[in-house]
């Protein structure tokens, strides 16, 4: 299994990412999948995550209306659409798979750093 994310950078507050987390080793399609963050000093927060059919998604309150999740099957890779970004997004973002039928996570990625200036 391996997850590879990818889209980090430097951005101005209010500007815009687009994260990729390119997975392989699995049938990506039959997993529950997530995006987690650790900003620097703090513990990780579960960011959003997003159900086997593709269709359901969960945010967290800190996010919503601002970010996306989505898939592409096709391409076995994961999304992550952020939007109106904030000085308080600045973390280091992790693509994580969950295990069957739970949210507990048995893979991660590397992380892509995000950093928002004021």
């Known amino acids: 299994v391996q997850l590879v994310e990818s889209g980090g950078a430097m951005v101005q507050s209010g500007g815009s990412l687009r994260l990729s987390c390119v997975t392989s080793g699995f049938s990506f399609s039959s997993y529950r999948m997530s995006w987690v963050r650790q900003a620097p000093g703090k513990g990780p927060e579960w960011v959003s995550g997003?159900?086997?059919?593709?269709?359901?998604?969960y945010y967290a309150d800190s996010v919503k209306g601002r970010f996306t999740i989505s898939r592409d099957t096709a391409k076995n890779t994961l999304y992550l659409q952020m939007n109106s970004l904030k000085p308080e997004d600045t973390a280091l973002y992790y693509c994580a798979r969950s295990v069957p039928s739970s949210w507990l996570v048995d893979y991660w990625g590397q992380g892509t750093q995000v950093t928002v200036s004021s």
């Open positions: 997003l159900n086997t059919g593709g269709v359901t998604t």
